[in-house]
């Protein structure tokens, strides 16, 4: 009986030997594996926002991709190849294509982000303090850079026979060996910042970091009525370091400066039409992007020095003065914040201003 079983069972082993030989053989052949194509994914403007998901995927592949806009700005689309809307939501499902592939993850400026006062950097790579007085954020220090947003550079000019007629945009440094204490160039730039023409003033580059703007006459005004309300004056725009202080500071006697405001102006000076450089330590002036229509006031303040009184101002005129421009002016002997215009090729400080509103108070 024994005998008789183990015949009966010999075939079978048999045939599953030769089975399992068989699928072996099967499964070791080499399955071709699916090309992978590189997903890229490009923000836009740059250093607007994060986006996930690119990498290496195989044709089908389904991605998730995702798009975070930075402080201050919010997502707008996904853009395909050629431009054209995938997607307003910040969540795309894709679906990987049979090539190499290029996304783009738009985002715009958000007009409703509540900006808190902290720094700005320019295209140079300067930082600034900025300050949140009203509704407005305004630099707290003058600007140092001498390059357009674009990265276009700004020619630094030297006074000849054409620099009184020029009309293209320049900067210039007060000279340090005319003032005391300073002992070089690097140290007036980093205390008071370089002066410019009006020329940089209004160039569709835009000589301040983006989303920022030289400020208007207007928005002058706005701040002139935020201090009135408040009943600040412009020694509350004043820095209150004063000679022998260390610079930046005012010469003396720096009336009435409290720095309420954080605004913390300081004299830079003047270039004027002449090629002089005068007033640091006496004056801050800083441009506004707006052209003079003429002047209130019959005359200049009786405080203010004959180099400021004979520098071709119009005190008084009503009439458009096409090669004037509006500048702002704060003086060490008073609290005021005076209104003038001087010719377009004059050089001066500028303070930038943030172009949208801010919330917070």
């Not at 020619?155 to 320049?170: I, Q, R, S």
């Not at 309300?229 to 006697?253: M, V």
């Not at 096409?322 to 002016?329: K, Q, S, V």
Request: charged share 25%; hydrophobic share 30%; aromatic share 12%.
């Amino acid at each position: 009986m024994l005998k008789r079983t183990h015949f009966l069972t010999t075939p079978l082993i048999v045939i599953f030997m030769f089975s399992f030989i068989q699928y072996s053989c099967e499964t070791d052949k080499e399955i071709p594996e699916l090309a992978l194509y590189q997903l890229t994914i490009k923000v836009i403007p740059e250093n607007t926002g994060k986006v996930f998901g690119a990498g290496n995927y195989r044709e089908g592949d389904q991605i998730n991709l995702t798009a975070v806009a930075n402080n201050g700005y919010q997502f707008k689309n996904w853009l395909d190849d050629a431009g054209n809307e995938l997607s307003g939501y910040v969540y795309l499902d894709y679906t990987m294509p049979d090539g190499n592939m290029t996304l783009t993850a738009h985002f715009a400026i958000n007009p409703d982000y509540e900006q808190p006062a902290g720094t700005v950097t320019d295209i140079d790579g300067n930082e600034y303090a900025t300050v949140i007085i009203g509704d407005q954020e305004w630099m707290a220090e003058n600007l140092k850079t001498t390059r357009y947003a674009d990265g276009t550079v700004i020619p630094m000019l030297e006074y000849d026979d054409d620099w009184e007629g020029t009309d293209e945009g320049g900067y210039n440094i007060y000279p340090h060996t005319i003032v005391a204490d300073i002992d070089s160039e690097a140290d007036i730039l980093q205390a008071y910042g370089l002066l410019y023409n009006w020329y940089v003033v209004v160039d569709d580059r835009n000589i301040c970091p983006e989303g920022w703007h030289v400020p208007s006459e207007d928005d002058w005004k706005k701040l002139e009525k935020y201090l009135q309300i408040n009943h600040l004056h412009g020694g509350s725009l004043k820095g209150t370091r004063t000679e022998p202080d260390d610079h930046p500071r005012w010469g003396y006697p720096n009336a009435d400066a409290t720095n309420e405001t954080g605004f913390s102006a300081y004299p830079g000076g003047i270039r004027q039409m002449n090629g002089d450089f005068r007033l640091q330590g006496e004056n801050a002036f800083f441009w506004t992007s707006t052209i003079s229509t003429g002047l209130p006031d019959t005359d200049f303040p009786e405080e203010f020095s004959d180099d400021v009184k004979n520098s071709r101002a119009n005190p008084g005129r009503k009439e458009t003065k096409p090669e004037m421009a509006y500048f702002r002016t704060l003086y060490t002997q008073n609290a005021e914040l005076h209104l003038m215009n001087l010719d377009k090729q004059t050089e001066m400080s500028i303070r930038c201003i943030r172009t949208r509103t801010v919330k917070k108070y």
